[in-house]
């Protein structure tokens, strides 16, 4: 005898766990279905972002840029300390501890809310009578023995999973993924990265701030392609002036594991071959949709070339009443995305006529200094023949950032030249991530760059720097030019 419920949601990720909760608070019968298992065997909630991305990255990044600024700022300050050292263990014990508070989190929310957690993973087995068919399986949960459910919706949220380098096996020891990269249990003398995008440089920046001499090689000619050039400019100088070595054009020809360690055999475009020996390896070149398994046949789905499962602007399948959001579907793989996918998914099962505007969307990229942006650069601009102006202003103008010492980076507004409205805002600076919600929210409401210049910002302040850009886009003078 099978279980009914309204909605079942296939993940519990940011995507999946935030679709579960909306949908029980809109008055649903709600379950997810969730089979992650930590490294000690326990069954966890909150998918790849809380347990093994996201989270967890944030906490090492913190840990680590504190320790690099008691070994080298802290003087500055008129502070002396002497004899810093490092206690890794420590450290991934207060990570752990983060990661632990934020999914027993979740779980607290699913028995406030009442959605049942299904623990296992699902796939579909058929549709019937207006309801889809669910199992939901896991060797240590029941014994083993899969428990089938109906589900007039069904939500897919699995997430996505680490790209695979043909030739090259992860075994989380030598050659780690991101898994493998969080969990180190001392501080490699070489650590080799394969690939420059968001993953790598900040797992690269963790480790080359604990003691690491870090080498990142990327397949592409150009930095950070997609985010504008001025601050791509900028992060460049910066990363470098950091000691992080990254090698542009790199092609790699194989990977040689042994014992203590990897070998990386490249050549930078068509030049000559050469050998990067390290004691860890971290394969970081991008990330594929989790959609094994699904039993989409089942249900007359199928996924595209790449993987993903196609929907429309709303996230819906072609198959009535089955949703799928967050990695598995096209757009960005970013966990916000994802969480605002499953609050519009749970909105319209229940009737609402919500919506997503997905050129609204931030991104952060979490290194020292942040990098942040939202909207269009002005390479995209100039592509699509748009005609705007560019403001610019740098934080070593700004008070509060030369106080705090964090005064490398700038803040860019791009606005239309005729009518004034926001196109995009790119940020590089120690507070980017934080700063970008303000850029965020203006551009969601249509603002114009003259709105910004004219709200007020608490001084001092980093965010007077957004408005100072703002200003310089406008036929209104920056306050401090």
């Known amino acids: 005898m099978s279980q009914a419920y309204d909605v079942v949601v296939i993940g519990a990720g ?3 766990y935030i679709a579960a909760i909306r ?16 490294p000690d065997g326990e069954l966890a909630l909150g998918g790849t972002c809380l347990n093994v ?29 002497d004899g810093v050292r490092l206690d890794l263990a420590k450290m991934q014990k207060r990570k752990a501890g983060v990661v632990q508070k934020m999914t027993k989190g979740i779980e607290f929310l699913f028995r406030k809310n009442k959605v049942t957690w299904l623990k296992g993973f699902g796939c579909f087995v058929g549709h019937e009578d207006d309801a889809y068919r669910i199992e939901v399986a896991d060797d240590e949960v029941n014994g083993g023995q899969a428990q089938l459910v109906d589900a007039k919706h069904v939500i897919i949220a699995t997430g996505s999973k680490p790209r695979a380098l043909p030739g090259v096996d992860v075994d989380n020891r030598v050659v780690c993924d991101n898994v493998g ?12 990265v394969i690939g420059a995008g968001v993953i790598g440089l900040e797992l690269g920046s963790v480790w080359r701030r604990l003691g690491a001499e870090v080498t990142v090689l990327e397949a592409l000619p150009t930095f950070l392609a997609g985010v504008d050039e001025g601050v791509r400019k900028e992060a460049w100088k910066r990363f470098r002036e950091q000691g992080l070595r990254i090698e542009l054009d790199a092609r790699i020809a194989g990977v040689e594991v042994g014992a203590d360690g990897a070998r990386v055999r490249y050549s930078i475009g068509d030049g000559e071959p050469q050998v990067l020996d390290c004691d860890r390896l971290v394969v970081s070149v991008g990330r594929v949709p989790n959609t094994d398994g699904l039993g989409l046949d089942a249900v007359d789905l199928a996924v595209d070339e790449r993987g993903f499962v196609p929907v429309d602007e709303y996230c819906r399948t072609s198959a009535p009443n089955v949703w799928a959001i967050g990695d598995v579907v096209r757009g960005p793989m970013l966990a916000h995305k994802a969480e605002d996918e499953g609050v519009m998914v749970a909105e319209r099962i229940a009737g609402q006529d919500a919506r997503i505007d997905y050129g609204t969307i931030p991104w952060v990229i979490y290194t020292s200094p942040e990098i942040a942006w ?7 601009l100039k592509k699509e023949g748009r005609a705007f102006k560019a403001g610019q202003f740098p934080f070593s103008a700004n008070g509060r950032a030369l106080g705090s010492g964090h005064s490398a980076g700038f803040v860019k507004v791009l606005a239309d030249a005729a009518t004034d409205e926001v196109l995009g805002v790119h940020i590089v600076s120690a507070a980017a991530s934080e700063l970008i919600a303000e850029a965020t ?31 310089a886009a406008t036929d209104r003078r920056s306050l401090n030019s």
């Open 14 to 16: 940011p995507g999946g």
């Open 23 to 38: 949908a029980a608070q809109l008055g649903m019968r709600v379950a997810c279905v969730e089979g992650w298992r930590n």
């Open 53 to 81: 991305g996201c989270i967890p990255s944030k906490a090492l990044l913190a840990s680590s840029e504190n320790f690099e600024l008691a070994r080298e700022s802290f003087d500055a300050h008129g502070i002396g300390v």
């Open 181 to 192: 990269a969080l969990a180190m249990t001392e501080v490699p003398k070489r650590l080799g």
């Open 374 to 380: 939202v909207g269009r650069n002005e390479e995209q």
């Open 441 to 471: 929210l203006a551009m969601e409401f249509r603002a114009s760059a003259e709105d910004i210049g004219r709200v007020s910002h608490p001084h001092p302040s980093m965010s007077e720097a957004l408005r100072e850009a703002a200003l």
